[in-house]
């Protein structure tokens, strides 16, 4: 059983930047997913635990960065210039297995409770 949790979400206004963390027991990809009520969950970034290989959602390019500690047990997701569209409920999601779709939800077994972002204008 892989156990993930997630941190460090919060209010902000926007510009502002936030940091979220994710413990997981172990992953071979862990990807930061996003949901925001009554729309579907979207990818927004992953990584790879072997090279930090990293995939961004257009939405997350230049302004959010995934990065994971030399532990492997531990992966941020540094969010700046935050925007309104942002606010959304942030999930961390591990997989134990190589996947051919990094940014898509139905690639990973393994899920938090998720932490809330809200960012106001």
């Given at each position: 059983?892989?156990?993930?949790?997630?941190?460090?979400?919060?209010s902000v206004q926007a510009g502002g930047s936030l940091r979220l963390s994710c413990v997981a027991s172990e992953y071979t990809y862990l990807g930061w997913f996003r949901q925001a009520p009554g729309?579907?969950?979207e990818g927004v970034a992953s990584i790879y635990v072997g090279d930090g290989a990293t995939?961004?959602?257009?939405s997350a390019k230049?302004?959010?960065?995934?990065s994971q500690d030399n532990t492997k047990t531990t992966v941020w997701l540094q969010?700046?210039?935050?925007?309104?569209e942002d606010t959304a409920?942030?999930?961390?999601?591990?997989?134990?297995f190589l996947v051919n779709?990094?940014?898509?939800?139905?690639?990973?077994?393994?899920w938090g409770q998720g932490t809330q972002v809200t960012v106001s204008s």
């Open positions: 059983q892989v156990h993930v949790a997630e941190s460090g979400g919060g729309k579907e969950r995939s961004y959602a257009d230049g302004r959010f960065t995934i969010m700046n210039s935050l925007k309104p409920m942030y999930y961390c999601a591990a997989s134990r779709r990094p940014l898509q939800y139905d690639m990973y077994d393994y």
